[in-house]
Every structure is written in C-alpha cells, then in structure tokens.
C-alpha cells in the first residue's frame, strides 16, 4: 500500500499541485501559477529573482508560493519543473556552468576542439567489427536508399546522401524546404527491398523518429546514427552506428557525427563495385568546374548558371 502511495506521490506534478490548492492561493500566488503554467520551460530555468521579476513580484512572495503547493521551497519547484525537460534542459545547465568559468577566447577554441577530438575518439573505440560490416552491406543491397536528418542532422543528412551518391545509383535526400510532409509523401513508395537512414541526436527531433517509425512499421530496413540504445531511434532500427556527441556549448557536437558519416561513406566506397572507375567518373565530370582544370565549354557542355540547382552547383567538389 505504501509503494501504491509513493509511486502516486512521485506521479504528482506542479500543474496539479497548482489545481489541488488554487483556491487557497493568494492573487500574487496565482499570477505566478499562471506564468509556471503557460510557460513552464522558462520558469524551470529562471532563478527565484528572474522568475519575480518576471511575475512583478517580490523574491519572498516566489518562496512562499512553492511552500502554498505544497513543496519544500524555490528550489524544490525548479527541480520538479526539470522534470521531463532533462534532455532539452541539458545544454543550457551546461552553458550555465561553464560561463561560471571564464575563459579567453584561445581558450575556448582549444576547449571547444578537444572536446571534438575526444568525442571522435569515443566514437570510434564504440565501433564494432559487425556494426560496420552491417550498415555496409545494408546500403550496397538496398534497392534505394533514402537519408533522413532534420534540424542539424539536416545538413549532416545531406553529406552522408553527397558521400554515398558516388557509388550508389539511388540515393534519395528526404530533408527538404516542405519537411516532414515531403518524406510523408514518399513513404509509400518505400518497400522491404530499400533503406532509411536515420539521423538523430539530442535532443531528437520528433520528426524524425515519427518517419523512421512509419518506415519501419511497412517493411523498410532502418540504419540509425544516433548516441545510444536510449534514443528514440534505438528501438526502431534494425542496425545502429553511435557517435559521441558531447558539447559544452550546444546541445551536440557534430565533429563525431561527420566523421562517423565520412568513415561509412569511405567504407560504402571501398566495397562498393568499380570503385576506381566511380571516382574516375565523378574526376573527369567535374573537372571542368575545378580551379585549374581545362576551360569549359571544350568539348564539355556545361549548365547555365541561372540554371544552377544544388543538384548541379558542385561547390567544393567531391573529387579525389
């Protein structure tokens, strides 16, 4: 019966402690109710002055108001507020502590690249031998391949679809201007014989993992980039590559991410069929567009720039 009571207790929230004793509220009380309530991220990150100052209320009055609903204090109501913003809360706790830190400027270029360099490494030791091989012989026996990223994993996305188009025939980018409506277009075009790969890190897009869903639910082979087996993508596919994406500035480092996409676009490369004639190809197509290659137009017909698309625009070009 305890156990009954405490799991009961634990399942209390301030939305509800704030009903349970509303009546008894005072005015000021409840103009802080009604600012928690309508903005409960905010709240759960302001210290006991931003949050009075906020309301127009006084420091005192902002305690009190804990101890109306029933809490210890301020700082009881901040950590019940966290609850279930954990993940979104997490960049922002650590960017509060690290500003408690100064630093100069070299200094945080340094901080900033060996964290880089040690959340490569992390990547790369959680490597398995069968992981690899796996997504590998996924992407090279799928029929089509479709690359799913959205936020961030956007453009991270659009590498991977870049680094993989060399040697696979059909790889299709589903991160666009119309967002998810464009991959719920396609979906149904998708089968058992065709891979997504999903992109997702925290905090995870609910978007993405919604279409990973929807895919696997039909059929389709799911590969994830993701941190762990706790994203939401971990029950969802079929195979996994992690990557360490510690930040202390942001929500994720995408240093790891990149290599780990550089490393399995090298690897799709290597085992896919005719590679040296793959990147012979895409060195002779784009030679024309190369600083110092042979002029265009001789012999090589080349695209207007008004007709310039991303698809056609090789900036930085992809040669060997």
């Known amino acids: 019966m305890s156990t009954q009571q405490e799991s009961s207790a634990e399942a209390v929230t301030i939305a509800s402690r704030i009903d349970l004793h509303r009546s008894a ?35 005192a009055t902002a305690n009190r108001f804990a101890r109306a609903i029933g809490l210890d204090g301020y700082p009881m109501l901040r950590a019940e507020l966290v609850k279930g913003f954990e993940a979104m809360l997490a960049p922002l ?27 490569v490494a992390a990547t790369r030791e959680a490597l398995t031998p069968q992981a690899c091989e796996e997504a590998v012989q996924l992407i090279l026996g799928a029929r089509r391949v479709y690359v799913l990223g959205y936020g961030s994993s956007g453009w991270l ?20 201007v119309a967002g998810a409506s464009h991959s719920a277009r396609l979906l149904p075009r998708m089968t058992a014989q065709d891979l997504l790969i999903a992109i997702s890190f925290p905090r995870y897009l609910a978007d993405t993992v919604s279409v990973a869903q929807s895919a ?3 059929g389709v082979r799911v590969l994830a980039l993701t941190d762990s087996t706790q994203s939401p993508l971990g029950k969802v596919a079929h195979c996994h590559l992690f990557a360490q994406t510690d930040n202390y500035y942001a929500a994720t480092s995408e240093a790891s991410i990149l290599a780990l996409i550089e490393a399995l676009s090298s690897a799709v490369s290597l085992q896919a069929n005719h590679p040296l004639q793959n990147a012979a190809r895409m ?27 991303p698809e056609h625009n090789h900036g930085d070009l992809q040669a060997p």
């Open 93 to 119: 706790e650590k960017m509060r502590i690290r500003l408690e830190k100064p630093c100069s400027v070299h200094d945080a270029f340094v901080a900033a690249m060996e964290e880089s360099l040690r959340n």
């Open 25 to 59: 509220l005072t005015p000021s009380h409840r103009q802080i109710a009604d600012y928690v309530l309508a903005h409960p991220l905010q709240a759960a990150t302001m210290p006991i002055d931003e949050l009075a100052a906020a309301v127009g209320v006084s420091v």
């Open 157 to 176: 996305a659009g590498l991977l679809q870049r680094g993989l188009d060399l040697d696979c025939d059909n790889v299709h980018l589903l991160t666009s």
């Open 283 to 309: 060195t002779e197509s784009v030679r024309p567009w190369l600083y110092g290659g042979s002029p265009r137009g001789q012999g090589i017909h080349t695209t207007p720039a008004a007709d310039m698309s």
């Open 216 to 218: 696997a639910q039909q």
